[in-house]
């Protein structure tokens, strides 16, 4: 087997086809040998040979340049005579030995004629093809359409065709061996990124075991490098915190004006925002937590009475839905997903429209608000992290485009959907699909996207 | 640290857990084997888990960077007053059950008698942590407004009366009923038993 790992795929491919070549060569030339015992029932052979007797004769008494038109008369329907001045190479084809000596047998007179009675594997139903000697050396040429040909012609139809389609599944079974390491791959990097890397096992042609390892390596470095780029964002927005802390504590104790230090404050205030938001960024793509029963309504009026606790300028935030409506979820992803959808409404529109509710097939959270809404062809983008929208700039608000990432990542992880989409009446409708399996204890864990 | 802590004793420790050199949290366990000083946390990691870990192993607070003087000063006053208070009002307890529901104050959760989680404010965490601390007894609405007060982060200035609403449709059951009740012109009563633990 190791031996044979070492192949190359063309060495492969290579071997797949001399061997089918051979073994079709071997069973043709088998084939042809059987081709020998084919017979005609007696009878036919009788009138077939008496038949030829006649003609030979009346040809044998007919000038040259009669014998052309005295062959078309003499044929008919099953029986089709040509007659050539010249021998002609025989018509190519598998000779019936068999099938001669049964006319020989049922003629003797025939055996001057040297009669060759063939079939052609190509033009199988033309039925028996033959030609037999004139005294002057010229050849007569006969096809013969018995209903007894046929299947002579059926059977050797196929046993022509049989091998060949065996062979040529036989060459696809070992092609398809031999490519199988190559599917596995291309399954392999659809999930590149995406968990753990899983190397897969180096088999199959050399040249795929190379191209495995290749790939083995590639899935550590994106993987290493992905690992480092999570580790880097969460170092960032750990290590700032302390130095931040520092210039808090710090502050409080400086002499300096009123207004510096409100500034001062809300700039704070606003770094540690941002660096809040990229750790909930990067902790979604690591998080881990198990799933759990949550009173999602509970959650949901939580977050809405948070937030409008929080409004400086009297934003309405208002819940609608059940009291109580438990679903198996992370509760810290869900609570993001929620409170970034309601703090966008709170901060873009106005206001935030908060309602929960079980339907047959799930849960559905709705967010919606009054504000501009999102401009149609920005509506891919806003799902993107780092992305933020003129209008968002424009407000001067602070944060680094992660909101709406956030909450899509959250939403996938526990099986759901988000879509975004502008209310005809105006404002923003924000929908959360939760499936019906968020609602059963038992329910499968979802892979991470 | 240990030298300073014999030679002048402290009412409470701030204690970072990311330290140079050694674990906040080792160091923390050491401290707990020796004495029941209160301490409260501060981290960087901002994350639930390390708040969930920190109020686990038995911290009095958890304060996550950057803070301000302030907030500082109003967790240091809240534990070192709770530590005051507890001793006569909960004997130390950090889990509660009454009615069906769990409250637990190390990991700041309420859930259900089935388990699931249930979201509560900050302020109404600590309302309904007072509530379970003095059950069945009327404690007064000014009382109550002073308690909340002390929660200088929360920075809501809803009257006592939203937050118990608030706290009553949470808690209500399938009739709608809740184990709050009003006490006309005094203030507010947990009608239930509660179990310690």
Not at chain 1, 327 to 348: D, K
Not at chain 1, 404 to 412: F, H, M
Request: hydrophobic share 45%; glycine share 8%; charged share 25%.
């Amino acid at each position: 087997m190791s031996a044979l790992q070492q192949w190359g795929l063309s060495a492969r491919i290579f071997a797949t086809l001399a061997l089918v070549l051979m073994l079709d060569f071997a069973v043709n030339a088998y084939l042809f040998e059987q081709a020998n015992s084919f017979s005609i029932p007696a009878q036919e052979a009788k009138a077939l040979g008496g038949e030829l007797v006649v003609i030979e004769r009346q040809m044998n008494q007919t000038p040259s340049p009669q014998r052309a038109g005295l062959a078309k008369r003499l044929g008919h329907g099953a029986l089709q005579i040509d007659w050539l001045a010249q021998d002609q190479s025989p018509v190519s084809g598998i000779q019936l030995g068999n099938i001669e000596e049964q006319l020989l047998r049922a003629q003797p007179a025939l055996a001057e004629a040297r009669v060759q009675v063939l079939i052609s594997p190509l033009r199988v139903t033309d039925g028996l093809t033959g030609t037999m000697m004139l005294a002057d050396g010229s050849t007569l040429r006969f096809r013969s359409h018995t209903h007894s040909v046929w299947p002579l012609v059926i059977g050797h139809l196929i046993n022509f065709l049989l091998p060949t389609t065996a062979f040529a599944l036989l060459a696809w079974l070992l092609t398809y061996a031999a490519l199988r390491p190559l599917r596995k791959l291309v399954r392999a990097s659809l999930r590149v990124g995406t968990r753990r890397a899983q190397p897969i096992d180096v088999v199959g042609p050399a040249e795929v075991q190379l191209l495995i390892r290749a790939f083995n390596s590639m899935q550590l470095r994106i993987d290493a490098l992905l690992d480092a780029n999570t580790q880097t964002m969460l170092a960032i927005a750990h290590d700032l915190r302390t130095p931040l802390t520092r210039m808090r504590l710090r502050m409080d104790t400086m002499v300096i004006e009123d207004e510096d230090r409100q500034d001062l404050e809300s700039d704070m205030a606003e770094i540690r925002d941002l660096l809040a938001s990229l750790q909930s960024f990067v902790e979604l793509e690591s998080d881990e937590a198990r799933r759990e029963p949550v009173d999602l309504a509970a959650m949901a009026q939580t977050l809405v009475d948070s937030a409008e606790d929080a409004q400086e300028h009297g934003e309405r935030a208002s819940y609608h839905g059940p009291d109580r409506l438990v679903v198996y979820a992370r509760p810290l992803a869900l609570r993001r997903a929620i409170g970034n959808l309601v703090e966008n409404a709170l901060r873009y529109g106005g206001g935030a429209r908060l309602s929960v509710s079980g339907t047959p097939f799930g849960v559905t959270i709705t967010v919606e608000d009054d504000g501009p809404g999102i401009p149609p062809e920005s509506m891919d983008k806003v799902l993107q992290p780092f992305v933020r929208l003129d209008y968002a700039r424009a407000r001067n608000t602070s944060g680094m485009g992660l909101g709406l990432a956030i909450v899509e990542r959250a939403v996938q992880a526990e099986g759901g959907t988000l879509v975004l989409a502008n209310r005809p009446s105006g404002g923003l409708r924000a929908l959360i699909r939760l499936p019906q399996s968020c609602r059963e204890p038992l329910s499968a864990t979802f892979p991470y996207k | 640290m240990w030298v300073l802590l014999e030679g002048a004793p402290a009412d409470l420790i701030v204690l970072d857990i990311m330290l140079p050199g050694t674990s906040g949290i080792d160091l923390f366990r050491k401290l707990r084997r020796e004495s029941d000083i209160p301490v409260i946390f501060v981290s960087a990691r901002g994350s639930e888990e390390d708040r969930v870990l920190g109020l686990e192993l038995g911290a009095d607070d958890y304060l996550a960077k950057p803070f301000g003087t302030r907030e500082l000063l109003a967790r240091i006053g809240a534990v070192l007053r709770r530590g005051r208070s507890e001793s006569e009002d909960s004997g130390g307890a950090r889990e509660f059950r009454f009615d069906g529901w769990h409250l637990s104050l190390a990991r700041h959760e309420l859930r259900t008698r089935e388990g699931a989680l249930v979201d509560l404010t900050g302020a109404e965490f600590d309302l309904l942590a007072t509530f379970v601390c003095q059950p069945q007894r009327v404690i007064s609405r000014q009382r109550l407004i002073e308690l909340s007060r002390m929660r200088l982060s929360d920075s809501s200035d809803r009257s006592i009366d939203v937050l118990v609403s608030r706290l009553r449709r949470k808690l209500s059951d399938a009739h709608g009923q809740a184990p709050i009740v009003t006490v006309r012109g005094i203030g507010y009563m947990l009608t239930t038993a509660v179990d310690r633990a």
